[in-house]
């Protein structure tokens, strides 16, 4: 079988449920959410408004789940998104949306507008309307296990490596232990530092832990072309391998989308709830933190900030976390304005930096995050998402701006007490 | 009855001065919103006029408004006004009675054909050939429609006259019809009111001996001099309406305070009459001032308007069981039309491919 | 016909019909996006998302001060409409009576002369709002006819209510006839409108609620 406009409607009408309905009831046409909206704001294009997004979906539900919609489709005066109108607007779901949920935040009558841009990408995708660079890095991770084609071989290399670096041993496949660490392909290929760092910060707190070389990709990008069977697909490899090596607690690395789809789309995915907790590296780290096992020495002497990745922060619910660590090192550290729920996002979020097609618009809508920059005059910026740090640099890069981009775990671990 | 002497003469004759006389125009002037310039034209023109023959048809009625029109506790001048006009006809009035009654009103047509003003007073039921009401063998529709043609204008006086009044409210057993329903070429003034304000028919009279023709009507067809305004614009309780202050039973503080009555029911703010200014029983109060809400007696289906105590703002028929009737009717297509949604779903699920990574290599099938 | 039968129409059968519209489309729509139902969420949640759902309820009424700078003036104007709407409707003597007159209960009217300036000031929203839409390209964008027939049909109640307090140029049977009208092509209109988020907003504000207080975040 292939993909096809029927396809699409029916993955629709499958995810359509009470709160969408109740969603597309409310919506007053008030406009609110474009000015939530970074795609809006740095473009002034209306076309961006998030609401507006949706429109294939709002035909779909109103042609299927309200009264009035069935008896005009009935007479032919409800008419179904076209074929036409999907690839208008494929663009609007996958290039102008980051799954970042600001829009959500600000509704007055209380939208969860995101929510439904997740669920419109599962027709979108089922009517084969996604983006080349995702299909292609979503093709990868079922294949090969990852987006970025990182296959267990160089899991392995690298392991050798940071052992080396840190003189550490690095467990794989370990069975019984505390933790096992997943990784984020980004982290293995381009930021390197971080297995080390993580393996630090685990010798001083004195906990097990371990990688797995059948799940050691926490990206989902099943989940960024919006289908949920391929999601839960690999979900799954990581639930298998957690209860196979029976950890108590499975740790989400420095990305932000990882989190969310283990976090608290995987049991939904499954179908099950886990036998295991999840747990972002930074709520990791500040539970040891807490408990006194986690100890630092040395101050930056730097200004930072931290970037709030968006599925962390106002989609995961992780807030407190890295407000505490980087206390820890950073005394001379400032919020962002709009910091926290409210932050920004570096514009690369829900599957737009797989997406070669995007990068253009990405570009642009960076003016807003400098926007944030500028006033308040850091040299550092601190986050905990290796999608976030790909696309903070690269921002920072085109606009000239020097400003370090760092990870809030490979930060801890430079100052880790001897 | 006719005879030539003016209205002066009459007046004269009857011990009324000229300076009384006056009085009597400049209020009626007034209240016909004319500049007082006018009183002393009236009163000129008044005197000067001749008795004006007038026929009175009694219809379908209760006699309420000839009541009202000739029965005052002292002789007043517009019962001298009535009685200076030349009343020519009217079956409860007149001293004969039979076939000489008949005759003085076929006589009367007669003699003032095209001059006189013809008055009625009730109903005319049409249902069963309008036998609900006859006269001398005749039905109220043949006598009207025998006298009407002759007559220089029609005032229809009282509600039932000018709108069907009681005997049409429902179910409307005689089927009875305003005077107007059947007379349609001839100008028609109604007077409505159950019953009417004496001085507005003598003012409507005054005007037509002084200016010689009808007053200024609304779209009921009323003089808008007096039924221009609603009793609610002239009210003296009007501020407290204003003010938000409202008696909410016949006998609570707001009651004794003399606040609004329009949540007792008033229908003042839809009635346009006189009985706010003129008032009654010789200008000494009106309902309202004696504590009761306006019935909105001058106004059309006044019997019909729902409860003369069910306040304007509420329903006059039954609103919240037809609510109940919604819910539960909403209730239960909503089920059948929520159960409908599931099923659509599920059979979608049931036949819904799932996406392998297969489809995401190939083209889109259009 | 005369403006005294339409009257007695509008103040009868014509309202018993609105009612009945307004309730079973109420109901409708209610039930059938209701028993779309969701699916159980089986992640492990940090917070109660009942709670957090009645909390949103509750909370998303407050203004939100991050858009404040960027839409001060619809968020102003779509204040001073809603709470003008709501009081006027409920806290004027004689709509107080009218419900009153249907379901047996009254409370306490305010002031003629408080609610005539409440209206003037809704009246003026709603201008403000309409010159909103107009006039930002997000909000011209995103509307359609519903959007400005919507409008008309709020302003309509509101602008014959004011003239009725004010009958020296109108006569009151026409302006209450035209009230009552309008009210019941509101009601009418309710259902099948966007006008149906007076009630479906705590729905979802209770969805959003829920699903983000089950992640630890407060919305």
């Known amino acids: 079988m292939s993909t096809s406009l029927q396809q699409g409607l029916a993955a629709m009408i499958d995810k359509i449920d009470a709160p969408i309905a109740s969603f597309f009831n409310s919506c007053v046409h008030c406009g609110m959410c474009a000015d939530a909206c970074l795609f809006y704001t740095e473009t002034g294009d209306p076309k961006y408004t998030p609401i507006h997004k949706l429109e294939p979906l709002r035909k779909v539900w109103y042609r299927e789940f309200t009264l009035e919609g069935r008896l005009l489709k009935m007479f032919g005066l409800a008419k179904a998104p076209t074929d036409a109108e999907l690839v208008e607007w494929e663009t609007l779901i996958y290039d102008s949306c980051t799954l970042c949920g600001r829009c959500s935040m600000v509704c007055p009558v209380g939208n969860d507008i995101v929510y439904m841009v997740r669920k419109v990408r599962e027709g979108m995708v089922a009517s084969g309307h996604a983006p080349a660079g995702l299909k292609e890095a979503t093709v990868r991770s079922i294949e090969i296990g990852s987006p970025m084609g990182v296959t267990a071989d160089t899991l392995r290399a690298q392991i050798k490596h940071a052992a080396k670096d840190t003189g550490l041993d690095i467990p794989l496949d370990k069975a019984g232990v505390d933790y096992l660490l997943l990784m984020s392909s980004a982290e293995i290929m381009q930021f390197p530092e971080f297995m080390g760092a993580a393996a630090q910060i685990f010798h001083q707190a004195g906990v097990s832990w371990t990688l797995s070389s059948t799940a050691y990709e926490a990206t989902n ?198 | 009855m006719s005879d030539d002497k003016t209205l002066a003469e009459t007046l004269a004759q009857r011990g009324i001065s000229r300076r009384s006389f006056l009085k009597f125009c400049a209020s009626i002037a007034s209240l016909m919103a004319m500049p007082p310039a006018m009183a002393v034209e009236m009163a000129e023109k008044l005197a000067a006029a001749r008795r004006q023959s007038v026929v009175y048809l009694s219809f379908q009625e209760c006699t309420g408004c000839l009541e009202s029109l000739t029965r005052s506790h002292s002789p007043k001048l517009e019962d001298l006004i009535f009685d200076a006009i030349s009343l020519d006809y009217q079956e409860t009035l007149v001293a004969c009675a039979g076939h000489f009654a008949e005759h003085i009103l076929k006589e009367a047509i007669e003699k003032n054909d095209g001059k006189f003003i013809l008055m009625v007073d009730g109903s005319i039921p049409l249902k069963d050939g309008g036998i609900y009401s006859t006269i001398a063998g005749r039905t109220n529709l043949d006598i009207l429609e025998w006298v009407a043609p002759h007559a220089a204008a029609v005032i229809a006086v009282g509600s039932c006259a000018a709108f069907g009044g009681i005997p049409k409210a429902n179910p409307n057993p005689t089927g009875a019809v305003a005077v107007s329903d059947i007379i349609k070429d001839k100008p028609i003034i109604n007077v409505p009111g159950c019953p009417p304000i004496p001085v507005v028919i003598t003012g409507v009279i005054a005007h037509y001996l002084t200016m010689g023709t009808i007053p200024d009507l609304d779209e009921l067809g009323r003089p808008k001099v007096f039924f221009g305004d609603s009793i609610h614009d002239r009210c003296y309780r009007r501020p407290f309406y204003d003010q938000g202050k409202f008696a909410k039973s016949f006998d609570d503080e707001g009651a004794r305070n003399g606040w609004c009555l329009f949540e007792l029911g008033c229908k003042g703010p839809t009635t346009h009459n006189a009985c706010a200014t003129t008032k009654w029983n010789g200008g000494v109060s009106f309902p309202i ?78 | 016909m005369n403006i005294f039968d339409i009257l007695q129409w509008a103040r009868g059968t014509g309202l018993q019909i609105a009612v009945v519209i307004f309730s079973v489309g109420v109901l409708i729509r209610l039930l059938e996006m209701w028993m779309l139902n969701r699916k159980p969420d089986l992640a492990e949640p940090r917070a109660s998302g009942t709670l957090g759902g009645w909390r949103t309820v509750f909370t998303r009424s407050a203004p939100s001060m991050v858009l404040m700078k960027k839409a001060g003036l619809l968020l102003v104007s779509g204040y001073i409409f809603h709470l003008g709407f709501f009081i006027v409707l409920f806290f004027f003597a004689p709509h107080i009576r009218l419900f009153h007159n249907m379901f047996g209960v009254s409370w306490p009217a305010l002031p003629n002369g408080i609610i005539e300036i409440i209206t003037i000031l809704s009246i003026g929203a709603l201008f403000a709002l309409l010159a909103h839409r107009i006039m930002n390209p997000v909000q011209r964008f995103l509307s359609t006819f519903q959007d400005y027939f919507v409008w008309l049909a709020s302003l309509l109640p509101l602008l014959t209510g004011y003239l009725l307090l004010h009958t020296s140029d109108f006569s009151y049977s026409q302006m209450l006839t035209a009230h009552l009208l309008s009210v019941e092509l509101l009601l009418v209109i309710f259902p099948f409108t966007k006008l149906m988020h007076a009630f479906t907003t705590f729905f979802s504000r209770w969805y959003t609620g829920a699903m983000a207080a089950r992640k630890g975040v407060t919305v």
Not at chain 1, 300 to 319: I, K, N, S, W
Not at chain 2, 310 to 327: F, Q, R
Request: proline residues 4%; contains cysteine; glycine residues 10%.
């Open chain 2, 289 to 366: 001032e004696s504590g009761h809400g306006c019935l909105g007696c001058s106004e059309p289906d006044f019997w019909d308007a729902g409860s003369f105590y069910t306040a304007l703002s509420a329903p006059t028929k039954d609103v919240a069981n037809w609510a109940a009737i919604g819910v539960a009717a909403g209730a239960a297509i909503g089920v059948a039309a929520g159960i409908a949604n599931r099923s659509t779903k599920t059979e979608t699920k049931r036949t819904r491919k799932p996406l392998t990574v297969d489809d995401l290599k190939g083209k889109p099938k259009s």
């Open chain 1, 221 to 418: 990008s099943g989940m960024q072309i919006g289908s949920s069977e391929l999601a839960a697909v690999l979900v799954k490899r990581i639930v298998d391998a957690a209860e196979k090596l029976k950890v108590k607690t499975v740790i989400s690395p420095e990305c932000g989308h990882a989190y969310t789809a283990l976090r608290w789309e995987g049991p939904n995915l499954v179908g099950r709830p886990f036998t295991f907790k999840v747990k972002h590296i930074l709520e990791v780290l500040d539970e040891l933190r807490a408990e006194g096992k986690l100890r630092t020495e040395g101050l930056e002497t730097e200004r930072m900030t931290f970037h709030d990745p968006c599925q962390l922060v106002r989609r995961g619910g992780v807030h407190d976390q890295p407000r505490n660590l980087l206390r820890m090192v950073a005394p001379d550290y400032v919020e962002m304005e709009d910091a926290g729920n409210m932050n920004w996002c570096c514009g690369g979020g829900g599957g737009v930096s797989a997406n070669e097609r995007a990068e253009p618009l990405r570009i642009k809508v960076f003016s807003r995050k400098k926007k944030q920059l500028d006033k308040i005059g850091v040299s550092a910026m601190v986050t905990a998402c290796s999608n976030c740090r790909n696309m903070l640099e690269e921002g920072l890069e085109h606009n000239h701006m020097d400003i370090k981009v760092l990870s809030l775990t490979e930060l801890i671990a430079e100052h880790l007490a001897k």
